[in-house]
């Protein structure tokens, strides 16, 4: 186990770590906020590394690294998800837990924001294998999460039976049922309704607030839609449901494409069998990295983040670009997107619905007790609409991108809690 609590994240050349200082660093000069400010936002309060070591299923040993990273406690305890991908890394997960106190902050959830990852490729291994290493990563970051420390979530490749299992792993190690301890579970562990579906409902919100303000009529919108997991199957879902035609999607294997707009209930049948978007019966197969420069007018990224660069910005075709991903969009991305007059809904405005609900899911929790899905969505859909004007006005009255705005009214309300609590000793 390897501790460090002083390291100031410095991160070396292109990735999310540099994308999400710079948005740092900009909203400081913005806000007019000084050094000490900066080196403490810039630095994560604390960072867990470990090796996880599990035994495969024909008795061989791996031994993978996995992270913890605790940005921010100002605002309360620390919360993000975990994710399970085979290029995890130290800066990664520095910039996912960063974009996560911004994300509580702007949508006002009483959080810090954390992220974990293990560097492994689920597709690679048995179920009996997740739950082995998901087990003992819970047993090793243990010291460090709690309901009132850091609740982790679900995130890339990762899942509610995830959870389950980190929740077992935890209350077992306390002796007793700690429901409060992850969210996203299963509802019947105590998972709030609503919950699975929050990210892409908000996603979908948000881009429906996005584009009425911006003058499309939903039934008259064409879309796209990167990823087909957790976030981006309901988002396309949601969006159709809306009268958006989803023109195409994609994921890892492969990506659709249908100018009639794709059936997205029937496209979810044929993922369940075969687990991808590709070869989908009767539309065309198109090149994945197509996809959010397709002629539509909103492109959602949902899958992984730093898809829009500097090398495909000048191609994009959409007005507005929602991100249900979390750094979608590089910094050379934002700035290429910006002059051709792209609308940008930020990854920490547009996928927050799913922090909101699992607040929503840690407070069933704590109070022992089961909202209704209705009082869910209806709450979520408040958080959200309250954050998207906050992000629009602040946007107006201020000259900036929502980006911008969307950082820099995050990082006033972390400022502006560190400066109450005042700085210990
Ligand atoms: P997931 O593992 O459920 O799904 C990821 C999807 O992206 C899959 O369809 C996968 O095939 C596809 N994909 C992976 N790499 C790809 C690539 N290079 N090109 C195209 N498709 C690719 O993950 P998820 O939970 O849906 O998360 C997606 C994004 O949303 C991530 O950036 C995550 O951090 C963010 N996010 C998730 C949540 C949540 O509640 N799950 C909340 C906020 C933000």
């Known amino acids: 186990m390897t501790w460090s609590t002083t390291t100031t994240a410095a991160p070396t050349g292109a990735g999310p770590l540099t994308d999400a ?3 740092l660093e900009s909203a400081l000069a913005h806000l007019g906020y000084n050094g000490g400010t900066r080196q403490m936002l810039a630095t994560p309060r604390r960072e867990l590394m470990v090796s996880v070591p599990l035994r495969r299923d024909d008795g061989s040993i791996a031994v993978y690294s996995g992270y913890r990273v605790q940005h921010n406690f100002s605002r309360g305890p620390a919360k993000g998800g975990l994710r399970f991908a085979p290029n995890v890394d130290l800066d990664e997960v520095r910039a996912l837990a960063m974009w996560m106190t911004w994300k509580c902050a702007l949508v006002d959830v009483p959080y810090g924001g954390a992220k974990g990852g293990i560097a492994i490729d689920p597709r690679e291994h048995s179920l009996a294998e997740l739950e082995r290493v998901t087990r003992r990563y819970t047993s090793e970051i243990l010291p460090i999460i709690g309901p009132t420390k850091d609740i982790p979530a679900p995130d890339i490749g990762t899942d509610e039976r995830t959870m389950a299992w980190m929740m077992d792993t935890y209350s077992a190690a306390m002796g007793h049922t700690v ?3 992850v969210t996203g579970k299963p509802v019947s562990l105590g998972g709030s309704l609503g919950r699975a579906a929050a990210t892409s409902r908000g996603v979908a919100h948000v881009a429906l607030m996005a584009m009425a303000s911006h003058g499309l009529d939903p039934e008259r919108t064409t879309a796209s839609v990167q ?3 957790k976030v981006g199957r309901d988002a396309a879902r949601f969006l159709a449901a809306a009268g958006v035609k989803v023109l195409a999607v994609s994921d890892i294997d492969g990506a659709i494409y249908d100018e009639r707009g794709l059936d997205i209930g029937r496209l979810a049948q044929h993922v369940d069998a075969t687990g991808s978007v590709a070869g989908f019966e009767g539309t065309e197969s198109i090149d994945p990295a197509s996809i959010l420069t397709l002629d539509v007018d909103l492109a959602v990224p949902a899958a992984v983040e ?3 660069t500097g090398a495909n910005a000048d191609r994009v075709q959409a007005k507005i670009i929602v991100e249900g991903a979390n750094g979608p ?10 002059d051709k007059g792209v609308v940008v809904v930020p990854d920490i405005l547009a996928n927050a619905g799913g922090v909101v609900v699992s607040y929503f899911e840690w407070v069933q929790a704590n109070q022992a007790y089961q909202w209704s899905e209705r009082d869910v969505n209806d709450r979520l859909e ?3 609409t309250t954050a998207w004007h906050a992000v629009v006005d602040y946007a107006g009255a201020h000259g900036l991108s929502y980006r911008e705005a969307a950082t820099a009214l995050a990082v006033q309300r972390v400022t502006e809690a560190h400066r109450l609590r005042g700085l210990y000793p």
Do not use: H, N, S, Y
């Not at 969009?329 to 910006?338: H, N, P, Q």
């Open 21 to 23: 200082l710079a948005q």
């Open 179 to 181: 429901p409060g301890v």
């Open 227 to 229: 990823g087909f997991g």
């Open 306 to 308: 730093g898809v829009l």
């Open 329 to 338: 969009t590089t910094r050379e991305a934002d700035a290429i997107l910006a």
């Open 382 to 384: 408040d958080k959200m």
